[in-house]
């Protein structure tokens, strides 16, 4: 069953019916303020740092589900009769309903007793702020007499504390409820009364937030209490519902903000209300005016305020917005036969990359904001389906990922967004975090062909005077492993790999104990066959790097090893990964702190891991020997589901001391054998690499949110984005899926969709074609800007084969191989690809 249905042609989801399985959520803000809103307008924002600056509170874990977020009530002052147009929270049953969920904004339209509206939300470029344009249309034949109420609860900025340290939180929250006029008449905001939400700003903090909105207020509200009453919530506020507010002042407890308007429509009128929200810094030493008093300065905050304010402007910056993404998508657009691909790939898998890249994996309906900074590993994968977009924003990434970096060449875990700095408390000894930075530095350069970032000189450690070459970042990722190496002389695992729940070093049995941060082993032992896999792909890269950096850099610049040190170093892993870390019929996982494999035959449970026959065979291992499709025969008996490809098998029954977190999942769940998204693109990649289009393009299909909107019941989760996880065979749910958004799936499918099944692949010397695609299709157009190129790309398969280019010529010229290179400035390129 579907809870609505893609609109492609505005590149929107809309959503048909307000009650979806979970609430679908979007994000506004696509640079340093953000917001989180589902289709029936909850949700919280949050300036940068989803933990530290929180603007407005949200309560998770909630019932009723998603209860809190921006929200507007209308009140027929005739009748009493009042409802929410976003149908939450009052829930009255509307006569039409609908949401719209594009590109950082989301529109949501009903209609309620003949009073139809419209509420759209986004934040402008360039802005701290959202907005919210409010339309109203009388089309109930009569006059009518309406109150709009908004309605937000300001979060005390540090979420954490804001939820627990109640002692203090009841007595300092502060507000200001102050005209927005400027001195000087006539520039605009007269009669118009702005809600300031000030706690902690009297001492060490320089920030506060807004929220005004566009009319004469008939009354506000500032005190939970006194809008809701005391024991009402917020399907049933006393203000809404008696239809006025107290004009309420908080001195503590819970300051919200809310706007009291009264509209009157004559039949058929409409008119539009805008509501801005948003944040403010001023300088240190002008926070106050007169700057002997304890009032906020407004006067840096208050022409922003204004312009916002009217809906011309507020237009203005929507339009601003749309074509902002108009050309950040339109850096890929394919036409293929399948519509699921095509609406992924050309608008929602590019969309949830970006907000990957911006949010890492802190603030979802899945995540808290609170628990998690920006992920090492993570941030450095999210590259891969961003950096076609803004490489400048990926580059900033990389610089300040690998300023975290150690000086042993290993890697701080995660790092805060709001000061860039590692993160002590969960620290380092994720033996497959550093080979990830070569990956991602290596994407980068493929994208933009910007070989002075191995020169730009970056900290260790966050340590001033400690800078050094990127490159040298990079090598000493590579020694990190070469320095770890166990018994076998497989690289050791350390706290986790990529799987941060297989904890071979933790041995935890107490209760609430971190696996990730735990160690009760000191290390020298348990070893990843992943992290082997990993790091030749890295030494591959590396060594692929340093043959183009010579070429293009000459001798300037100071090589420690050569181009066939590192293939050298891949060579000799891939020995040991014959020697140590292959079963027969497919690769292994790991050795565990007593030296016993994982991963095998051998196994009853855990027998056989998707991980290593990904990386492995992406990393080139057994593509010559045929153990490649061993492997993937192997995936495809044991691990595949209609719903995906399960991490492991046969789940672990029982948790095990020796194992950590992975075997405290019930069997079928999160990575004890749950459908871990992320991992299946690399499968889908290893598949494209021995040639098996159609076997890529099945898994494709089977994890694919579009193609799974028609099971929407069983899946839960948004049709529109990649969830991190969908339950696996052996859980009671099987099919279901669960932490959409926030996943390395969006960027791996991005990544295996464009640059391995249609085969449109950036490298160090041009753009790859190289499409491995299912036999039945005819061909398919891709668009493609590529530094600075625009590539019209038309692939035909007149003999129906999987994988193999016949020819391609550019611009009607014929090309040798398959990397095409047009020249800065060449504007459009014609591209026509022969496959046979
Ligand atoms: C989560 C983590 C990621 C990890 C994966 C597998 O998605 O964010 O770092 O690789 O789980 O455990
Ligand atoms: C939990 C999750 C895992 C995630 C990890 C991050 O273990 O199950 O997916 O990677 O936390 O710390």
Same mark, same amino acid.
């Given at each position: @069953? ?48 989803? =933990? ?31 409802? +929410? ?48 344009? @409010? ?29 627990? &340290? ?5 007595? *300092? ?11 000087? =008449? /006539? ?12 706690? %902690? ?13 566009? %009319?004469?207020?008939? /009354? ?28 309420? %002042? ?76 108009? @050309? ?154 070469? $320095? ?9 695992? /350390? ?7 297989? !904890? ?68 000799? @892993? ?8 292959? $079963? ?8 565990? !702190? ?30 010559? &020997? ?7 025969? +192997? ?49 889908? *990649? ?11 393009? $099945? ?9 799974? %909107? ?33 996943? /390395? ?15 449109? =692949? ?15 299709? $005819? ?58």
């Amino acid at each position: @069953m579907k809870y609505g249905y893609f609109d492609d042609t505005s590149r929107e989801y809309v959503i048909t019916q307000p009650d979806t399985p979970l609430p679908w959520i979007n994000y506004l803000g696509c640079e340093e303020y953000f917001g989180l809103i589902s289709n029936t307008a909850g949700g919280y924002s949050f300036y940068r740092d989803a =933990r530290l600056r929180r603007l407005t509170r949200y309560r998770y874990n909630n019932s009723p589900l998603d209860m809190g977020g921006r929200y507007l009530y209308l009140r027929d002052n005739k009748s009493g009769k009042y409802w +929410s147009p976003s149908w939450m929270p009052t829930r009255t049953k509307l006569d039409e309903y609908e949401c719209r969920h594009g590109q950082g904004y989301t529109i949501i339209t009903s209609k309620f007793n003949g009073i139809k509206s419209s509420a759209r939300y986004f934040v402008p470029l360039g802005e701290s702020l959202e907005i919210w344009q @409010m339309t109203l249309t009388n089309e109930s034949g009569s006059d009518s007499d309406l109150s709009l109420f908004s309605a937000i609860e300001f979060c005390l900025w540090d979420a954490n504390d804001d939820a627990t &340290n109640f002692q203090r939180n009841y007595s *300092i929250g502060q507000v200001e409820i102050a005209p927005l006029a400027l001195e000087r =008449r /006539g520039a605009g905001g007269e009669g118009l009364t702005v809600i300031y939400h000030k706690t %902690e700003y009297r001492e060490r903090r320089d920030h506060f937030a807004y929220f005004a909105c566009s %009319e004469k207020l008939a /009354g506000y509200d500032t005190q939970r209490e006194s809008f809701l009453g005391n024991y009402q919530g917020w399907d049933q506020p006393q203000a809404v519902e008696s239809g006025s507010s107290s004009n309420s %002042e908080a001195h503590g407890w819970q300051p919200i903000g809310s706007h009291h308007v009264r509209v009157h429509l004559k039949a058929g009128e409409q008119k539009q209300v805008v509501f801005v929200l948003g944040y403010h810094e001023n300088p240190k030493d002008a926070k106050f005016d007169p700057p002997e008093s304890q009032i906020i300065n407004k006067q840096t905050v208050k022409p922003i305020i204004i312009k916002y304010l009217q809906p011309a402007n507020a237009d203005e910056a929507f339009n601003t917005l749309r074509d902002y993404w108009t @050309m950040l998508l339109g850096k890929f657009q394919v036409t293929t036969p399948d519509t699921d691909t095509n609406r992924m790939v050309n608008i929602w898998n590019a969309y949830q990359c970006m907000v990957t890249f911006n949010m890492s994996r802190s603030a979802s309906y899945f995540e808290s904001g609170i628990g998690r900074g920006m992920g090492f590993r993570d941030s450095n994968q999210d590259l891969l389906g961003f950096v076609h977009m803004i490489p400048e924003r990926a580059r900033e990434r990389i610089l300040d990922l690998s300023a975290t970096q150690l000086k042993n060449g290993g890697a701080f875990h995660q790092y805060q967004p709001l000061t860039k700095r590692g993160n002590n408390d969960v620290g380092s000894g994720f033996n497959d975090d550093p080979a990830w930075l070569v990956i991602g530095v290596a994407a980068y350069i493929k994208e933009s062909g910007d070989w002075s970032i191995l020169d730009a000189p970056v900290q260790y450690e966050n340590e001033t005077g400690s800078e050094a070459p990127l490159y040298d970042h990079l090598q000493r990722s590579i020694q990190y492993t070469l $320095d770890r190496l166990g018994p076998n002389n497989l690289p050791l695992i /350390g706290r986790a790999d990529w799987n941060d729940c297989l !904890n071979l070093n933790c041995f935890s049995d107490t209760p609430g104990q971190s696996f990730q941060t735990t160690t009760a082993k000191d290390g020298t032992i348990a070893e990843s066959v992943f992290i082997a896999g990993l790091f030749i792909l890295a030494c591959k890269e590396m060594a692929g790097l340093t043959r183009k950096a010579k070429e293009e850099r000459g001798d300037s610049f100071v090589f420690h090893l050569s181009s066939d040190d590192y293939l050298k170093f891949a060579s000799d @892993m891939e020995s040991t990964v014959w020697a140590a870390g292959w $079963d027969g019929d497919w690769f292994r996982r790991a050795y565990d !702190n007593f030296g016993h494999v994982l991963g095998s035959k051998e196994n009853t449970e855990g027998s056989i891991f998707i991980e290593p026959q990904g990386i492995c065979i992406m990393a080139g291992l057994g593509i010559e &020997n045929g153990n490649a499709v061993k492997a993937l025969d +192997s995936v495809a008996e044991h691990l595949a589901t209609p719903h995906g490809i399960v991490l492991q098998q046969p789940a672990f029954s029982q948790y095990y001391l020796h194992l950590g977190e992975i075997s405290s999942y019930p069997p079928g769940y999160k990575e004890n054998a749950g459908i871990f998204c992320h991992s299946n693109p690399w499968i889908m *990649i290893a598949e494209t690499m021995v040639g098996r289009g159609d076997k890529a393009f $099945d898994y494709y299909k089977r994890i694919n949110p579009s193609a799974r %909107e028609g099971i929407s019941e069983l899946h839960k989760c948004e049709p529109y984005v990649y969830a991190q996880m969908i339950a696996g065979k052996d859980a009671a749910t099987h099919g279901e899926a669960k932490n959409s958004w926030l996943t /390395g799936t969006a960027a791996w499918n991005y990544a295996a969709i464009t640059q391995y099944i249609l085969g449109i =692949r950036p490298s160090f010397d041009g753009l790859e074609i190289e499409p491995v695609i299912p036999a039945d299709w $005819d061909g398919f157009k891709v668009t493609r800007k590529y530094r600075d190129v625009t590539y019209h790309i038309n692939v035909t398969n007149p003999k129906h084969v999987c994988k193999g280019v016949e020819k391609i010529t550019v611009n009607g010229r014929l090309v040798e191989g398959n990397v095409i290179h047009a020249e800065k400035g060449a504007g459009e390129v014609n591209v026509e690809v022969v496959m046979g």
